[in-house]
């Protein structure tokens, strides 16, 4: 399986943060994640994963909602890392 480095972007809430360490040991650093102020009502929250390439490239998004089982509204974006 050939993996991918992604950069995601995801709203900051219990689902999303249950998802990432569900999936901890697909971080691609140590430190996991980060929370930041995104303005007002809601926070954000920055997550480099190893991923499999493949499904990345067949699925997509839909991949990473999957993975992290959290609701596509949950997911900003997401870039593969160079």
Do not use: K
């Given at each position: ?77 997401s870039e593969v890392a160079e």
């Amino acid at each position: 399986m050939a993996t991918i480095t992604l950069n995601l972007e995801l709203h900051s809430n219990n689902r999303v943060t249950n998802g990432l360490y569900e999936v901890e040991h697909l971080w691609a650093c140590d430190e996991g994640f980060a929370i930041y102020p995104r303005g007002g009502f809601r926070d954000g929250i920055l997550a480099a994963i190893d991923v499999d390439a493949g499904r990345y490239d067949s699925e997509g998004d839909a991949y990473i909602v999957s993975l992290l089982q959290i609701l596509p509204g949950d997911l900003i974006s997401s870039e593969v890392a160079e």
